[in-house]
């Protein structure tokens, strides 16, 4: 009986320390378990050495691949600049031409040296003057090289029509504008041309229009200046040729 | 009774397993190092067992102390940055062959010696 109890007594402690045993053992092995399924995500607090290192190279790789690519954006950054740099050359070429091309147009305000002629009706004229003067002496100018012409501060461009509806009344620019006496006509251009074109003996518009007996005065000037086309430019018929 | 004090102290280690917090890597080291130990020890109590000179004294001293060593020792061998818990684990690892080739002994020995008796009494069954 007493041996029994003995007996008992031995396997059960036994029993307890092998529980607890079995406990301590069981749970380490389940936590270290854990712990190396948690590690294999990617913590940078618990990789070991080796680990590290082939993170570190592998991210090395990664980094040149990076900079590789960061390289080649940059270039290409770079071409676009010159490209843009390019664009905006062509666009201030094409933005001279256009000026140019509004200024051979008529369509800017200009100055330069020139000529202004006045001519005045008078009572001592034999007759005042007509469109058909306006339109020789434009002519004339032309001739002698002017480059911007205005009547009055019109400005005569190449589809300027100049019209007489009845006596001291002439118009521009299709019927637009009326103009009257004294007529201003401005033209810029070379001076000597200019002058000696219009007083050429006899024959010249000056010479002319005095035989005549009507008042005209010649005017060298320094500073013309004159005023852009102010109507519109409008086509309906014509078009572009390709 | 100690069957059962097993199974459930496996139970209760692995719910308490999942129940606490992992940790940190370097620590994991060390705790491999010690649960190495453990086993080392459970499967010496097993050979000692088989042996008849099992004494839980023993197997107690040698279970703790055994895995509290090996993480000593891994700590110096950090320390001194020799790779010490290499030696541990060869150790441990090579006596819980050793172990388990007396268990596996053993219980090969017990196999053959039911199959002779039953060639026995198959033996005494035809002879008579």
Redesign the interface.
Known sequence: MNKKNINKKETLILSVTLGIITVVLVTSIFIQFRTVNESKELNLDTLRDDEMKTQIASYKSKYEETMEQYTENQNKIQEYNTAMSENAETTEIVDKELNQAKTLLGLTDVKGSGVIVTLTDTEEALYTYTADDLLQLINELKYAGAEAISINDNRIINLTDIAMISDNLIVMNGGNTRISSPYVVKAIGDQKYLTSTLSMKNSGYIDQMEANGMKIELEQKDNIEIKAYTGELDSKYMKEVE | ??G???V???I???L???I?P?????V?QY??I??VA??DS?FGGIASNIKKNFD?KVF?SG?FVNAILAILLTYLGEKLNVDIYLAAIIVFVGRMFNNLGIIRRYYLGILSQKKNKNKQIKKEETDN
């Open positions: 009774m100690m059962i004090a097993i459930v102290g496996c209760l280690g692995v308490i397993g999942f606490t992992t940790i940190p890597y370097t994991s705790l491999a010690g649960i453990a086993l459970v839980m107690i279970f």
